[in-house]
């Protein structure tokens, strides 16, 4: 999709407008200036650093996972960040963290693209997988519980699994690849849906600060489109092989999972595209917003305490994690689906005459002190 | 709730032959088909609510979608002007002594606002008529028309035709009277409106920029009327869903921060306070009622929206029309959002009109600090700025002229999209503005400056700027 910016125009050659040296090679997706290939990736890796220094993003001497998922985001990141940190001296540690959740066809493609990346900057890696934290793959729990609801097991247990991962690589905060389209599309969607307080969290570049392990989103102000021309452009003069397999592996991972099909998301997404065409300047103007919206910050809470199970912070005596597998291993998937309390509260009765020896194994517990 | 507005003379009632009667239409009950009546089906073809009349979806006169369908004629028009009713008294939007304003654009949301604004001064007149002390004085309406024939494509005869419709909808009121003002677009300009008002559009060169700018003029032409015919509240007929589009356009061009003060059921930041008692109704519904009631409308004179705003509407009806509880959805998010002091109507010292208007004051969640007064407003659009925004003064070098301080002073949506980016053109841009928006705004950066003398040691010390 980033392509067609790539392209040189056919009406003549074009000065940069920021170099007035060479000749403009791409018309810069966030702002419509013609600019040269080196200036795009000049400009790219500047705004990063800025966000990355005016947020305060990272501190010296710090242990940093990147959450890798093979994709065009994290695998960018993932460069950028080991390019910046050498560069200007942040003094970082990176490791690539992977989560394998056990798709046939679809992550563990995906992971060997992040097992080259280890090669190529040089990052080290680890790979959580679902199998060996919980003892289920995606795969078996679709089996299982059929197409509904799974993206619920998916998405609790991801969040789990990176911060096992990144409790296991002792690192001290986590970046994520999510681009300012992913942020403007969530900020509509919370509006949309009527949700107030991820409203007000949403376009925080750092999230999770009481949490283990706070989270970070170093391309927060960075365009999706630019995130595409930038490896494409940048890798092309090295390695046209890597760029082609990188590119034909693209366009299969920027599908959304056809498991979660969500009317309204592939609205606002389309919606975001078409402001975009008419208003670069769109994207990040649906973020300011998100930024300065007037949200009283009095709502109350859920008070932060440990599963009594596993030690992962929990507001309930058991993490959503625990439920849902207690759930799957107990052959009742609808367990933790929809109201929790009740049956969280109602579930801790019976387990010890369950097969609870046979969880606690499957989930390393009580290994990690978050 | 809606049957105790008083209006409604329709078969809610509740009396002891209620169920005799159900019965009876139970029993006489044709079977029509019709698609909006699935989970119910006892009561197949009868209102949801007073269970007497037929629903409008069966009735067959028009076809319906959603609950709508579901009421009868009678409970559907109860239930609106219920809702109208609710907006009115709870947040003190009319007292006895006011002179209220209608803005009718001739669409249907306005039409509607019209009538039930006449209904509620008609029984209002009444009351007076039929009490003996006559100490409850009836609120005055007057209708406004903005005639924007000075910068439409539509011809001039098509205006003026609608202009005589619009005349003879007011006259035909029942008493009491009502003025009809017909205010030109370019009547925010003291002389010479008309090119001035086309060279002004003309140097905005962004679509949406052009189209919000008009409809701030628009605004300003009505504010200007209202002030000089001296009348006390602006009424508007803005309904649930043109506010769910302004929530999400408001928010695409970065006004997040001012957005809470546009989608309030009171605006008091304007000489002559704005109310919206249409808040809560859908334009579904206020279309739907201005087909069954008979309500003339005249459509050709609202254009459709461009841009930004052409973008946002059909996405807004996309989303209506896969969820019809989307509309609402929205305006309740923004609704949660922290409103603004100005966002109800100011305490009046006349002690008279306390005692007699109802007061129904909703609780605003608004913290001790933020009562205060924002300082400053962008002279354009007149938009709360956020601190961050009115500390751009500072970056202006001792050389700045009045269009440059003036520029300084907007806000950042307005600096985009209306303003022009070269020297020059603002300029001109400057020179072309009515009177009030540069006055606004001389008085805004003088407070601003003063203000900024005291606090920018403290902006400069803060690392917290966004990094933009």
Same mark, same amino acid.
């Given at each position: 999709m980033g392509e067609a910016e790539v392209k040189p125009k056919k009406a003549g050659p074009v000065q940069c407008s920021i170099c007035s040296q060479r000749r403009a090679a791409l018309k810069r997706p966030k702002t419509l200036e013609q600019i040269c290939r080196e200036c795009f990736y000049a400009v790219f890796e500047e705004e990063i650093h800025r966000v990355v220094v005016d947020n305060q993003l990272f501190k010296p001497g710090e242990r940093i996972a990147i959450g890798a998922s093979g994709g065009k985001d994290s695998t960018v990141l993932a460069y950028v960040l080991s390019e910046l940190n050498r560069r200007h001296n942040y003094g970082l540690d990176l490791f690539l963290l992977s989560v394998d959740e056990g798709i046939t066809g679809y992550r563990d493609d995906s992971l060997e693209t992040v097992k080259r990346n280890e090669i190529q900057y040089g990052l080290p890696l680890k790979v959580v997988s679902y199998k060996d934290l919980y003892g289920w793959t995606m795969d078996e729990i679709v089996k299982m519980i059929g197409l509904k609801n799974n993206c619920t097991f998916c998405g609790v247990f991801r969040r789990q699994a990176l911060d096992r991962g990144a409790a296991m690589l002792k690192v001290d905060k986590l970046a994520t690849g999510h681009n300012a389209d992913d942020i403007a599309e969530t900020v509509l969607l919370n509006i949309l849906r009527g949700d107030i307080a991820r409203l007000s969290r949403c376009t925080s570049i750092i999230t999770g600060e009481d949490g283990p392990i706070p989270r970070c989103k170093p391309f927060k102000y960075t365009y999706e489109k630019e995130i595409v021309i930038y490896p494409y452009s940048f890798l092309q003069n090295l390695n046209r092989i890597y760029t082609y397999a990188y590119f034909k592996r693209l366009d299969y991972f920027s599908t959304e999972c056809i498991y979660s099909p969500n009317a309204y998301r592939g609205f606002a997404r389309e919606f975001i595209k078409d402001l975009e065409r008419i208003r670069p300047r769109a994207i990040l103007d649906i973020i300011r917003s998100g930024e300065k919206f007037r949200i009283s910050t009095s709502a109350k809470m859920p008070e932060q305490g440990t599963c009594e199970r596993c030690g992962y912070i929990s507001s309930q005596k058991w993490c959503k994690a625990c439920v849902l597998l207690e759930g799957?291993?107990? *052959?009742?998937?609808?367990? $933790? &689906?929809?109201?929790?309390?009740?049956?969280?509260? $109602? #579930?801790?009765?019976?387990?010890?005459? @369950?097969?609870?020896?046979?969880?606690?194994?499957? +989930?390393?517990?009580?290994?990690?002190?978050? | 709730m809606a049957c105790g507005a008083g209006n409604c003379q329709s078969g809610c009632f509740r009396d002891d032959d209620d169920s005799v009667v159900t019965e009876k239409k139970k029993l006489t009950n044709r079977t029509l088909s019709s698609g909006s009546d699935i989970d119910l089906p006892n009561h197949h073809n009868l209102c949801l609510k007073c269970k007497v009349n037929e629903t409008l979806a069966s009735s067959g006169t028009v076809s319906v979608d959603g609950d709508i369908g579901r009421f009868c004629f009678d409970c559907f028009r109860g239930n609106l002007f219920g809702k109208f009713k609710l907006a009115v008294t709870s947040n003190a939007m009319i007292s006895p002594t006011d002179n209220v304003l209608v803005a009718f654009s001739g669409g249907p949301s306005s039409r509607v606002a019209l009538q039930f604004v006449h209904e509620m001064q008609h029984k209002a007149q009444k009351n007076f008529d039929a009490s003996r002390d006559r100490s409850l004085p009836v609120f005055g309406v007057g209708v406004a028309f903005v005639d924007e024939s000075a910068v439409s494509r539509i011809p001039s005869d098509e205006f003026d035709k609608a202009i005589q419709d619009m005349k003879s909808i007011v006259s035909n009121l029942a008493p009491p009277d009502k003025a009809f003002h017909v205010v030109p677009i370019e009547s925010v300009y003291s002389s010479n409106g008309r090119d001035r008002?086309?060279? #002004?559009?003309?140097?905005?060169?962004?679509?949406?920029? +052009?189209?919000?700018?008009?409809?701030?003029?628009?605004?300003? @032409?009505?504010? +200007?009327?209202?002030?000089?015919?001296?009348?006390?509240?602006?009424?508007?007929?803005?309904?649930?869903?043109? &506010?769910?589009?302004?929530?999400?356009?408001?928010?695409?061009? *970065?006004?997040?921060?001012?957005?809470?003060?546009? &989608?309030?059921?009171?605006?008091?930041?304007?000489?002559?306070?704005?109310?919206?008692?249409?808040?809560?109704?859908?334009?579904?519904?206020?279309?739907?009622?201005?087909?069954?009631? $008979?309500?003339?409308?005249?459509e050709v004179l609202n254009s459709p929206h461009s841009g930004i705003n052409g973008l946002v509407a059909s996405f807004v009806t996309l989303l209506q029309e896969e969820n019809p509880s989307r509309e609402c959805t929205i305006v309740r998010t923004a609704?949660?959002?922290?409103?603004?002091?100005?966002?109800?109507?100011?305490?009046?010292?006349?002690?008279?009109?306390? #005692?007699?208007?109802?007061?129904r004051q909703k609780k605003f969640n608004l913290k001790p600090n933020e009562s205060v007064p924002p300082e400053s407003y962008c002279p354009i659009c007149n938009s709360p700025l956020s601190k961050s925004d009115h500390i751009n003064l500072s970056s202006l070098g001792s050389d700045q002229t009045n269009a440059d301080i003036f520029g300084a002073t907007c806000c950042p949506s307005c600096q985009f999209q209306i303003l022009p980016k070269e020297p020059v053109s603002m300029e001109h841009f400057y020179s072309l503005l009515p009177q009030q928006f540069v006055v606004q705004a001389k008085d805004r950066s003088f407070s601003m400056q003063r203000q900024l003398r005291e606090q920018i040691q403290d902006f400069l010390l803060s690392d917290s700027e966004d990094g933009t």
């Open positions: 799957l291993n107990r *052959g009742l998937p609808k367990l $933790g &689906i929809g109201r929790t309390r009740g049956l969280n509260n $109602g #579930l801790e009765c019976d387990t010890k005459q @369950s097969n609870g020896v046979k969880n606690i194994q499957s +989930k390393q517990c009580g290994t990690l002190d978050f | 008002l086309e060279e #002004l559009l003309n140097a905005v060169k962004d679509v949406t920029g +052009k189209e919000d700018l008009l409809q701030h003029l628009r605004m300003l @032409s009505l504010q +200007k009327n209202a002030y000089e015919n001296g009348y006390t509240k602006l009424l508007l007929g803005s309904c649930t869903s043109r &506010i769910a589009c302004h929530v999400i356009s408001a928010t695409v061009k *970065g006004q997040g921060y001012s957005l809470p003060a546009d &989608i309030q059921y009171v605006d008091a930041r304007w000489e002559i306070p704005v109310v919206l008692p249409l808040r809560d109704c859908l334009a579904q519904e206020l279309n739907m009622l201005c087909r069954l009631d $008979g309500l003339k409308t005249m609704g949660k959002l922290t409103p603004f002091h100005f966002n109800q109507i100011p305490e009046s010292d006349d002690s008279n009109v306390h #005692l007699a208007s109802r007061r």
